[in-house]
């Protein structure tokens, strides 16, 4: 890993990637990796908290697993599991050739050979170039018993397993855990991370982001659509689009070379920006005209 020398560092080297970090942000990603401690994001769907993860670890050189969360998921999914059909498969060879020792034969199907990593379990094992960046994504779908389990695993960093034994990371991982907050997630768990709400960005940081991310499209352009997307985000929408959004559409206007925003360009292409029908519904007619003549007054010199 680069020797990190200051927050500033953290920014210039995620800003390589096309990662635009505030300060607060990159202050809180240099103190975990100065103190060895998981990082807890928190912030509405789309405004960059898995991709933190994938700049981080391209910059670092670090490999990135991520272990996506979901409503049932249990500790054995995301760590690990036997493979049951290879195990089949060896013990009825092993009964056709006769004369299997039993004992060596458990042994054996209870080994390495026939273990499947999961996710966090592979976030423990030695790697040459250093620990891995550990994404737990959307922490927040998940059910409660689980969390317990996350919370006593990131303490230790060690798993064990019955038959083999315990695993412990020789260096533990970068941990980042994020979380859209349809739930609250325990307090335990926050406490053990260093804590940070990723907002919506400005419209300055949000044009750095929109410059990384899409370079191609025209400085003109690229202020519209900022300038229009902030704007919405005021609306009382069920879903407010994320930069994530703000990324797509641009790209999708250039796909269609637009050069300028218009009433009919935006009723055209909302499904890149808006999600959900009641959304979209309350931008037709005169409403996008409004909306997008207002953002275009706030782009007008002071």
Request: aromatic share 6%; glycine share 6%; hydrophobic share 45%.
């Amino acid at each position: 890993m680069q020797d990190i020398q200051s927050i500033d560092h953290i920014q210039s080297l995620l800003a390589e990637e096309g990662y635009v970090c505030g300060r607060p942000l990159a202050t809180v990603v240099f103190l975990a990796l100065r103190l060895g401690r998981p990082i807890f994001l928190e912030g509405e769907a789309g405004v960059g908290k898995t991709e933190i993860a994938k700049a981080l670890s391209a910059a670092l050189g670090r490999s990135l697993i991520r272990l996506q969360c979901y409503e049932g998921l249990d500790a054995s999914s995301a760590v690990y599991e036997w493979n049951f059909a290879a195990q089949m498969v060896a013990i009825r060879t092993a009964e056709a050739s006769g004369g299997a020792d039993r004992s060596a034969l458990q042994e054996e199907l209870f080994g390495p050979d026939y273990l499947v990593e999961r996710p966090l379990l592979k976030a423990m094992r030695p790697d040459p170039a250093g620990a891995p960046v550990l994404l737990i994504d959307e922490l927040d779908r998940t059910d409660e018993p689980f969390e317990a389990f996350l919370l006593e695993a990131l303490s230790d960093f060690q798993m064990t397993i019955p038959e083999i034994g315990t695993i412990k990371a020789p260096e533990p991982p970068i941990v980042i855990v994020t979380s859209n907050r349809t739930r609250e997630v325990h307090d335990a768990l926050k406490r053990r991370c260093l804590y940070h709400w990723v907002d919506y960005p400005d419209f300055d940081r949000e044009m750095a982001i929109l410059r990384a991310r899409a370079p191609e499209a025209a400085e003109s352009l690229s202020r519209e659509v900022v300038a229009f997307i902030q704007r919405l985000r005021t609306e009382d929408l069920f879903k407010k689009p994320g930069v994530a959004e703000t990324i797509d559409w641009a790209k999708c206007l250039l796909a269609l070379d637009v050069l300028t925003l218009s009433p009919e360009v935006i009723a055209d292409t909302l499904g890149a920006v808006l999600k959900y029908q009641d959304d979209i519904a309350k931008l037709q007619g005169s409403e996008a005209k409004k909306l997008l003549d207002e953002s275009r007054v706030s782009l007008e010199p002071a």
